[in-house]
């Protein structure tokens, strides 16, 4: 009996532990979009659009893509760049202003991602004969018959020349952007690898980045994948983020318009901060600021308002008083003393004879 028991536990363990490794765990699909809460370099916390939250697993094989708008100081030198130009192969020359460009980081088996010169679709030779494949012949002329296959040598048929100047696709690294004037620098087969263009003054400069470093909270984000437990995308394939704001580097603000001061003889203060003075040194017209200020001021009622004389006497100044005479005092007739006359030269002798 006992063993009759034994037997029986054993089977029923056996079959759970055969039931429970059958068991296969369904993935769901789920496409969700939203905005960004949390990022991290492995998750992703986002509010989708129903008011759901969802955390999103990533895996080293999740497709990224960053969408949106750059500043121009993001075109600084070692950027990977892509855009379409026409091309002098001579001078290596943008020969038209671009008006539109591309940030992007360097993917492995992405064509749009690789560095390197290609022709573009309009200015690929062949294009035309393709174009005018299916086209009926004209009017009295008849197509010309296939000749037959010739006996002879075989002969390498020449490859179609392209001409000195021509569209190309681009996607070189930034060697200097100043003044509008772009130069980058990639290995080709068509030039020498420095290309100078020029960019429009309101030139386009849109991103194609395959890292979320760049992405923050409050950006929009779609993403696709598969979960199992509900707000948790334990799978990510693909996840795209357009940023709301352009890109700009670390630390900078946004370019502001500011009207900078002048001194009174008309040149330009740095910082646009004014001279200190009251005035005509204030300004270039010292009556033009007073008026401005006068009108600026609040105006007096008409009881409390002072209205100067038009012709004000001038201040009487006395004059100064006159140095009076210095008088020096009388002598007492007491006090006065018998002046000495002087004695002749006869008076002497007489002296000396007595």
């Known amino acids: 009996m006992a063993f009759r028991i034994k037997l029986m536990f054993a089977f029923v363990v056996g079959w759970a532990a055969t039931a429970s490794a059958q068991r296969v765990i369904t993935l769901n699909p789920v496409q969700l979009s939203g905005s960004i809460v949390q990022i991290s370099p492995r998750s992703i916390a986002i509010k989708a659009a129903n008011g759901q939250n969802w955390t999103l697993n990533l895996q080293g094989k999740t497709k990224v893509k960053i969408t949106g708008s750059a500043e121009p100081e993001m075109l600084a030198p070692g950027t990977c760049v892509r855009f379409t130009a026409a091309i002098d192969k001579r001078t290596c020359k943008g020969q038209e202003k671009i008006d539109k460009i591309t940030i992007f980081t360097q993917t492995q088996g992405v064509t ?73 620098s990639v290995q080709n087969r068509f030039f020498k690898p420095k290309i100078t263009v020029e960019l429009t003054a309101d030139a386009q400069i849109g991103l194609d980045l395959g890292n979320l470093s760049t992405a923050k909270p409050g950006d929009k984000i779609s993403a696709v994948g598969y979960y199992v437990t509900p707000g948790i995308c334990e799978v990510t394939d693909s996840v795209e983020v357009a940023m709301t704001n352009p890109l700009a580097p670390p630390g900078s603000h946004p370019h502001r318009t500011r009207t900078a001061a002048h001194d009174s003889d008309g040149s330009r203060r740095p910082g646009g901060k004014a001279k200190p003075g009251t005035g005509a040194a204030a300004g270039k017209n010292g009556a033009a600021d007073d008026a401005a200020a006068t009108e600026k001021a609040p105006a007096k009622e008409p009881a409390e308002m002072e209205v100067p004389a038009k012709n004000p006497p001038p201040e009487k100044i006395d004059p100064p008083p006159k140095a009076e005479p210095e008088t020096k005092p009388e002598p007492k007739k007491g006090d006065e003393k018998p002046e000495k006359k002087p004695t002749a030269p006869d008076d002497e002798k007489d002296v000396f004879e007595k």
């Open 112 to 184: 749009e991602r690789t560095l390197g010169v290609e022709l573009a679709t309009e200015s690929r030779p062949g294009n035309e004969d393709q174009a005018n494949a299916g086209a009926p012949p004209a009017a009295g002329l008849e197509p010309e018959p296939k000749p037959g296959r010739a006996r002879g040598p075989k002969v390498k048929a020449s490859k179609p020349s392209v001409p000195d100047v021509a569209g190309y696709d681009v996607c070189a690294q930034v060697v200097s952007c100043r003044g509008g004037r772009l130069i980058v």
